[in-house]
């Protein structure tokens, strides 16, 4: 199981900064999500092109407001300039993002996500003609000499997941706990990619870690910190099927050893990837990059 790590973009210079070190200890992917801020994607292209040995990838792009052509032309860019380390994740978004935010219906997520596959991965080999209920994508586009990134599907639920197994290359999982990955996210998604033709999927696991010796503050601070992703319906689906009250229950939090030890076992699971969120103080911050460096080499 490699080893990386999940977070955001913030202030340009510090992720360039954040990813070099990543990369200078070893690590072997930075997996940066996609909100309301700076471009994730153009990000990825600008910093990342010196980096030779990390994998870089977003986690996700929301699919509704960029037209698969549109994205395969950003990821193809991207995916140039970092000499082929890009992976491309991609997800349905919420509902209370998509209706209000893009004005675009949360109808259907599933079927709109089949078309959005099937059209991407024709414009990612730079020519494609497809024509669904929801989505239209004919063209050519010219890039040439870009490799066609890996694409990445933020799949949680039972038809998500046989989507992703039949059309895409893996998975990223957010809010999604070891039992959950053992008895969901795993089998569905293999038995998918084998009923399809596919290689194994990839699957990256993306939790929250804190390395502490005071484990009730940092658990109180975990739960703080990702007490809304619990009000998001997807992702409180997952917390339910962990058996999990609230998302701060899900991570990783403890001794170096102890944290170690909880990252290991999830290679069992068939976890391929595994992308630690590092959260507490300075101190507990700085405690968890070197366990992650640590793992990686």
Known sequence: MRIGIFDRVGDVERT???????????????????AFGTDTLTVLGAVA???????????????????????AQQALTANLLVGGRLALGVGP?????????????YDRPVRYMREYLEALNGALTQRVRFRGEVLTARGDLDIPGAPVPPVLVAAL???????????????????????TLRELTVPALRRAAARAGRPDPEIVAALPVCVTDDVPAARAAAEAEL??????????????REGCETPGRLAL??????????????????????????????????????LVADLAR
């Open 16 to 34: 360039a900064s954040d990813l070099r070190a990543a990369a200078r200890d070893g690590v072997d992917s930075y997996w940066l999500t996609q």
């Open 49 to 71: 092109r010196d980096l030779p040995g990390l994998r870089v990838g977003t986690a996700v792009v929301p699919v509704q407001p960029r037209h698969p052509m549109a994205l």
């Open 93 to 105: 978004s919420h509902p209370s993002v998509v209706e209000p935010c893009w004005g675009v219906p």
């Open 157 to 179: 639920g039972p038809r998500m997941l046989e989507l992703t197994g039949a059309l895409a290359d893996g998975t990223i999982t957010w809010m999604v706990g070891p039992r």
């Open 227 to 240: 007490e809304w992703y619990g009000t998001l319906p997807s992702y409180r689906a997952m917390l339910d």
């Open 253 to 290: 939090i403890g001794s170096a050893d102890r944290v170690a030890a909880r990252i290991g076992a999830l290679a069992g699971l068939g976890v391929t990837t595994f992308a630690a969120k590092i959260l507490g103080t300075r101190a507990e911050r700085a405690a968890g990059r070197a």
